[in-house]
């Protein structure tokens, strides 16, 4: 059984992860998609918010589980018997962040990163400009899966 985590801060979740997640589907036989949760972050959604969001977007997809968790990865992985670790990647400056990271826990716990290569279409997406553009009182619901925006536009 081929079990994989897609970890990330998900504040929100945006079309470029979804983008990723449905690639990898095909891949494994389980994605938990896992909320990291560090307490020196500052997050413009509660966690129980992006867990939501999350769950909306794959409320009918069986394989995808919504998980949240602190402290290392390659521990969380570990503690749910997880040997992959999915990322998405966009450009030099991710590859450089996650190469590192992804040799790093290689070393530490055996696990292997699997890479998806950002789709053309959402290369240009990320948390941090949504996140800008909803601070700024923008639409960003291009940007977004529907169950997400729509839930913006209510609150
Ligand atoms: P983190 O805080 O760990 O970077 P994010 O929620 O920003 O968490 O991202 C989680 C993962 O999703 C990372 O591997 C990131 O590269 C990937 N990702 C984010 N946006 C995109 C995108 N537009 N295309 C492909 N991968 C993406």
Redo the contacts with the bound molecule.
Sequence with gaps: MKKAV??????PI?L??I??IKRGLPLFDEIVIAI?INAKKNYMFSVEERKRFIQNAFFAEEKITVETYTGLTVDYCKSIDADFIL????NPA?FDF?KAIAQTNRKLSGIETVFLL??AE??????SIVRDILRNGGDASSLLPDSVSNSIKEN
Aim: overall charge negative.
């Design positions: 897609f970890p990330g801060s998900f504040d945006t470029g992860h983008d990723i990291g990322r998405g990647l966009r991710d996650e950002t789709s959402t290369s240009f997406i990320s948390s």
